[in-house]
């Protein structure tokens, strides 16, 4: 058999290693969630954890994981990323921002993802994601805008 290069642009493992779980035991530290759905209808979470390295004196976005879903609702997805720092034994605590999309399932005030980490961290920054908004709305947006031209090349644009 020829060998394999496999690098981490082209795979991901299931989890982090030893070493970075146990900086997250003692640091602060963001998380991004989003779910997806696979070309077989399978629900997934992915989670994204972004943290400062004093060593390399820059911000890191890593991949924490992908999970599946039993079923798409706040609750099944805010236990789902709970269960995946606590099986590692990383502090909840130690989670200062949530970014989420605004899909009402995540930023939902009353029974919302948001709000089920607002309840454990009452202290953490939550986030919302614009992206869908502009994708969704960007093309018939543009088409019923008016266009305007400018009055003079590279003259302060006023909107």
Known sequence: MKS???????????????????????????VIIDETTDISTS?????????????EERTLDSFFGLV????ATADVIFNTVVDSFVKHDIPIIN????????ASVMMGHLNGVKAKFLERVPNIFV?????????????????????????????????
Request: with cysteine; glycine share 10%; hydrophobic share 35%.
């Open 4 to 30: 394999v290069q496999c690098s981490r642009t082209k795979a991901t493992s299931g989890t982090f290693c030893s070493n970075e779980i146990e900086i997250l035991k003692e640091i602060y530290f963001s």
């Open 68 to 71: 599946e879903l039993s079923a």
């Open 95 to 102: 989670i200062i921002g949530l970014a989420l999309d605004n």
């Open 127 to 159: 986030m919302g994601c614009l992206s869908r908004h502009v994708t969704e709305g960007g093309p018939g947006g543009a088409q019923a805008t008016p266009a305007k031209p400018c009055a003079t090349p590279g003259a302060p644009l006023n909107f």
């Open 43 to 55: 629900k997934y979470i992915v989670i994204i954890v972004r943290s400062y390295s004093k060593k």
